[in-house]
């Protein structure tokens, strides 16, 4: 367990190097999770900032094929040490209060969470990927068809890409 325990007084950083499964990620592939966590305990709470880059090959949602994506992720999180979990109003007034049972946060856990937090829903290979052809169904990124699509406006365009999706 990659842990930040209860120490007050003492900062802490915890390389990360995780494997989310592609299941438990609901992706295509493996996602590779590097960076670190910073954490450290004032006043009986416990603050942690995360720097972590997620890796993993997913298909462009406009085109299709598969690209490496990357993601930059990074949280900002305090945490109470508590038997009991806060009711429910409380949570309301202090959700950025975290709560950790027993003596340590697992930290990688926490890392994956933001992970899959911030993946996007609509991956693209690029940002002005311009998609299949919805006539012919040919790539437009590796060479241009000669169909009439009736409209050039890049939104529409965007519309078309997700429309594509199965
Ligand atoms: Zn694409
Ligand atoms: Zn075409």
Do not use: W, Y
């Not at 890796?55 to 992720?73: A, G, K």
């Not at 027993?102 to 933001?114: F, T």
Request: aromatic content about 4%.
């Amino acid at each position: 367990m990659t842990a930040l325990r209860r120490q007050p007084g003492v900062s802490r950083t915890v390389p990360i190097d995780e494997l989310i499964a592609a299941d438990e990620a609901l992706l295509e592939a493996d996602v590779h999770v590097s960076g670190e966590v910073r954490g450290g305990v004032e006043n009986g709470r416990l603050s942690v900032i995360g720097i972590v880059t997620a890796e993993t090959t997913v298909p462009c949602s406009c085109c299709l094929s598969m690209f490496l994506l990357r993601v930059p992720v990074a949280f900002d999180e305090v945490f109470d040490f508590q038997a009991a979990p806060a009711t429910s109003g409380e949570l309301a007034a202090q959700h950025f209060v975290g709560t950790v049972t027993g003596e340590a946060l697992d930290v990688a856990d926490l890392a994956r969470e933001h992970v899959l937090l911030a993946f996007p829903d609509q991956p693209l290979c690029r940002e002005d990927c311009a998609g299949l052809c919805p006539v012919c169904g040919t790539n437009r990124n590796e060479s241009p068809c000669r169909c009439t699509i009736g409209d050039d406006d890049g939104r529409l365009a965007k519309l078309k890409c997700i429309r594509i999706q199965p």
